[in-house]
């Protein structure tokens, strides 16, 4: 499942604005941890059971680093609530509005989710493709 970012900074990118549910952590929080909180943030629905694929660590143009996880899931991507942040806009305009962190999810297939993520996360497909998939059962 990939996430389109929320606000209006996002509302007209595609290609190359999507994500994997992510979000920070601080240096005392397990980062498996911090990644299904931030999961359940965004997506509104908590971690699905199964066995988790750490995909290890990319660092996005900002510096900051994400920590990747897959596992395989059946999540309705049309009935995700994601947790909301403020911000003035228009900018300089004195007005506060609440936006959703994420404003829509989908499963994609690999050529899509490569097209549509951002290009460090894109590496986590790369890596998810060499790795044997636990059997869920």
Do not use: C
Request: charged fraction near 30%; hydrophobic fraction near 40%.
């Amino acid at each position: 499942m990939i996430v389109h970012p929320g606000g209006p900074l996002w509302s007209k990118k595609d290609a190359g604005a999507w994500s994997i549910p992510k979000g920070e952590y601080r240096p005392d929080d397990d980062p498996l941890e911090a990644a299904k909180r931030e999961f359940t943030e965004e997506i509104g629905f908590p971690v699905p059971d199964g066995p988790l694929i750490e995909l290890g660590d990319v660092t996005l143009k900002s510096g900051k680093v994400v920590t990747g996880y897959a596992l395989e899931g059946d999540i309705d991507e049309k009935a995700i609530v994601s947790n909301k942040f403020e911000l003035e806009w228009p900018p300089r305009s004195g007005r506060t509005q609440s936006f959703p962190e994420v404003d829509k999810a989908m499963w994609a297939t690999f050529a899509a989710a490569r097209r549509k993520l951002n290009p460090a996360q894109a590496e986590f497909l790369v890596r998810l493709l060499s790795v044997e998939i636990p059997s869920s059962s």
